[in-house]
């Protein structure tokens, strides 16, 4: 029972970290006042040039790992990319949030399939990257299999929370964030340039759901398909709502929904029987179970969120 | 230091909004010491007047002069490195960031690349605090603070960030009276340090505090000179364009049965404690009470349980023999309560909807309105340019959006549709707050003309004014509970002051 147990906490960690950046990243991007929906189109584009690379370097054989840290960077810098691309539709030209994500999102998934089936064609799996085992901690039993024998993007994304609080309370950058997010028009008139706040912002959250898609292709399934993002994205945007726009209580989500998944994948290899249309459903029903009972409390939420800032219209 | 702002000047000031002419060639000045008092009834232009001298808005023509420098703004940051400092009528503050955030958002020079020195932002506060008298708690997040404390923050905030002159857009729409007086004083203590432009259309302040005055109206200067020199009812007149006389309710008493009988009732807040506790009350046809006190104290709550928008947990409410306690907002309406919400334009109107549409909400299912389910748009255009027209409506026409109206002009329509109604009741929650003289007046004169008719009127307002003027009685509401109830002429403002402030008598 307890192999069950570790073998299911010991997934965890990894299966959750696309969800965790991805999440952190849609956070930035709706503290600074704007939603992304098509975090799942940016994530698909992600995991494909994150794929990419490291499969035309090696043609599927082993390759080295510079080739994978290339294919997270070319991720990220693609992913900030489709961030100004939305940017420009949503801060500038003031497009509705919602309908626009909705297009990124078709966007990014159609062109990142259609260039797999170009570049790729069928199904190719690539070595990805290897575990690490931190010295000492990962012999301690149980907790060693559970918190430090995992890939060194994993710990990446783990230590970035940290980053991403000091970031968003600290720093001067994240009050501004904060800030244009809530009450632009309080911004603007102490001189902070709203725009360019919410530009940044959108760079951030694309270039982290970039690297969130790459860590799908090159971490985790070591492979592309269009079916590889499966909603992750649009699951990362409702652990924002779910987290109160706070990484602390983000990582909970993405944990307690990881958790759940692994749980449902867990049960089915245990042939247990229990249809499994039932079991695959169960992580999306708890989420939106969770969220119909969270906090509605809206006292820390950033009030501007989906609204378009124009200085000279008075609302 | 001597980088004091001695004089500022506004020199033929002109810009035009797709439309509109909101400025027309203004001028204004102001010297050392002094305090301007800018005002205007509401559109008269003040407030563009003040985004143009604050960078946020272009002029199209004209020029900004402090010390007879020229001087060019061409954003907010410009406006604040002159020294100028506004405090805006909606607070620029962000509601979910703490005092300290605030106002480190704008002191750069604690800014370093990846940390904001938190220690000299509130060295600052405190140095400000201090010398101005102006008490805040910066570790307080600003949706914790009142009304009054939020504007002090405004206040700190601005003239932490170097502020060496102040623009005050109509400070006291929002505060309570006491709160008023404080900051009128205030104000006079920090004359002395900088000069002051104060908007406002509350002309006991502006008597109070200025020694300037200058008047706008339709975006054009109608008047300026020394405040001492004229009496607030020429201010008044100037204003307007003519004499304004606040109705009183002198007529006698015509009261006849119980129109609204309140009682006991126990209503809770949002959060979860009682605002209404054993609340009770009783208002006769034909007669208006006014409910006086502090807000915060369970007027809002009070006015929501008797409309049906909020749950009564225990007790009655009765209205002319039938009990309406836990009905429905529609059921209520439909037994004949009249209502002029508290938030005009989030309760009372639906700000997209055009003048037309807001004018039949309540009446757009009855026969009058609507056959067989297909709205009679005759009959509604029709109802509309009647009420426009009767109620005085200044608007482009009833396809006009609601929401792009006036406060006054927003409360007329609220107005026009409830009363034309004829409800057998009325509940009037802060009905002229923000409102210029002139809307006054016209709203006291119509809720004068109904008490006339034979309607009771429960009254909740702050302004003690009004409340004097327009009731039959007085009740002064206390954490929940009445306090006491005066007729009209046991009652005066010191005594209605100690009774709000919950001493017993």
């Known amino acids: 029972m307890l192999d069950i147990l570790t073998n299911m906490l010991s997934m965890c960690i990894p299966f959750s970290v696309a969800l965790l950046l991805a999440s952190i990243g849609e956070m930035f991007n709706q503290r600074a006042g704007v939603f992304n929906l098509g975090c799942e189109g940016v994530m698909a584009m992600g995991a494909f040039i994150g794929m990419l690379i490291p499969f035309a370097a090696g043609g599927g054989g082993a390759v080295s790992q510079w080739y994978n840290v290339l294919g997270f960077i070319a991720a990220a810098a693609l992913g900030a990319v489709f961030g100004i691309i939305f940017a420009v ?12 994500g909705i297009g990124l999102q078709m966007f990014g998934v159609g062109t990142a399939g259609t260039l797999f089936r170009h570049f790729v064609g069928g199904t190719q799996s690539i070595p990805g990257i290897p575990d690490f085992d931190i010295p000492l901690l990962s012999k301690i039993p149980f907790i060693g299999d559970v918190f430090f024998s995992h890939n060194v993007m994993a710990y990446i994304a783990y230590l970035f929370i940290p980053v991403a609080m000091y970031i968003l309370f600290k720093a001067p950058w994240g009050l501004k964030v904060r800030a244009v ?42 492979m592309f398909s ?40 867990i049960i089915q290899s245990m042939g247990i029987s229990f249809p499994y249309e039932l079991a695959v459903m169960l992580p999306y029903v708890l989420v939106i179970v969770v969220l119909s009972f969270t906090s509605k409390d809206q006292t820390m939420a950033p009030s501007s969120l989906g609204k378009p800032f124009n200085r000279e219209i008075r609302t | 230091m001597d980088n004091k702002i001695r004089s500022l000047r506004m020199e033929h000031i002109t810009k035009r909004f797709p439309g509109v002419l909101a400025s027309d060639d203004i001028s204004i000045s102001v010297g050392e010491g002094e305090v301007l008092a800018l005002v205007g009834e509401n559109g008269a232009g003040k407030t563009t007047l003040m985004n143009i001298l604050m ?23 410009d406006a604040f490195k ?18 300290l955030e605030n106002i480190a958002l704008g002191y750069k020079s604690a800014w370093k690349h990846t940390s904001i020195d938190m220690g000299e932002v509130r060295d600052r506060i405190n140095e400000i605090s201090s010398r101005y008298g102006l008490l805040v708690n910066p570790d307080a997040y600003i949706w914790q603070l009142s009304v009054g404390e939020q504007q002090r923050v405004e206040l700190v905030k601005t003239l932490c960030l170097g502020a060496r002159f102040l623009i005050l857009d109509e400070p006291t729409s929002a505060l309570t009276p006491q709160e008023t007086d404080e900051l009128i004083v205030l104000l006079k203590n920090m004359k002395n340090e900088l000069p002051i432009i104060f908007i406002s259309h509350k002309l006991q302040e502006v008597k109070a505090l200025s020694n300037k005055v200058t008047i706008l109206r339709h975006g054009k200067v109608v008047f300026s000179g020394n405040t001492d020199d004229y009496s607030s009812q020429e201010i008044a007149a100037k204003m307007t364009g003519h004499e304004i006389v606040l109705p009183r309710n002198k007529a006698e008493n015509k009261s006849g049965e119980t129109a609204l009988e309140i009682d006991s009732i126990t209503v809770m807040s949002d959060m979860k404690t009682k605002a209404l506790d054993g609340f009770s009350l009783s208002i006769k046809t034909g007669e208006i009470v006014g409910l006086a006190g502090v807000s915060g104290n369970g007027q809002r709550e009070l006015a929501e349980a008797i409309n049906g928008l909020r749950r009564t947990e225990s007790g009655r409410i009765v209205l002319q023999g039938k009990e309406i306690q836990n009905l429905s907002p529609h059921d209520v309406i439909a037994s004949g309560m009249g209502y002029i919400p508290e938030e005009r334009n989030t309760e009372g109107i639906v700000p997209s909807f055009s003048i037309m549409e807001n004018l039949v909400l309540k009446d757009i299912s009855t026969e009058k309105f ?20 009767g109620f005085d409506i200044r608007c ?27 409800p057998r009741f009325l509940v009037a929650v802060y009905p002229t707050r923000g409102l210029d003289m002139g809307a006054v007046e016209f709203i006291h004169q119509r809720l004068l003309e109904i008490r006339e008719s034979g309607i009771g009127i429960l009254l909740i307002s702050e302004e003690l004014e009004e409340i004097m003027n327009l009731s039959d009685r007085i009740a002064v509401i206390y954490k929940g509970t009445v306090q006491k109830v005066l007729r009209q002429d046991e009652a005066t403002k010191e005594r209605l002051g100690i009774l709000m402030a919950g001493v017993k008598e």
């Open chain 2, 55 to 77: 960078g946020l808005y272009q002029s199209d023509e004209g020029r900004i002069l402090i010390n007879d420098k020229e001087v060019r703004f061409r954003g907010p940051e």
């Open chain 1, 181 to 222: 997010g809530t009450n632009p028009r309080a911004a603007d008139s102490m001189g902070i340039n709203v725009t360019r706040t919410r530009y940044e912002a959108l760079m951030l959250g694309g270039a982290l759901a970039g690297l969130a898609g790459a860590y799908l292709s090159i971490a985790q399934a070591k």
């Open chain 2, 82 to 99: 002159a020294g100028l400092g506004m405090v805006h009528q909606t607070y620029m503050l962000v509601h979910n960031m703490t005092v």
């Open chain 2, 396 to 422: 482009p026409g009833i396809m006009t959006a609601a929401g792009s109206l006036s406060g006054g002009n927003i409360q007329k329509v609220i107005l026009a549709r409830e009363l034309d109604r004829k």
């Open chain 2, 370 to 389: 609507s056959d067989k389910g297909i709205v009679k748009k005759k009959e509604e255009e029709a109802n509309a340019e009647r009420l426009v027209e």
């Open chain 1, 226 to 265: 269009d079916t590889l993002i499966s909603g992750r994205g649009f699951i990362a945007v409702a652990l924002v709502y779910f987290g109160h726009w706070h990484p602390i209580q983000i990582m909970g989500g993405a944990l307690l929904f990881t958790f759940a998944q692994t749980f449902q994948t």
């Open chain 1, 89 to 100: 539709i949503t801060v500038t030209f003031r497009a509705p949030q919602g309908i626009a």
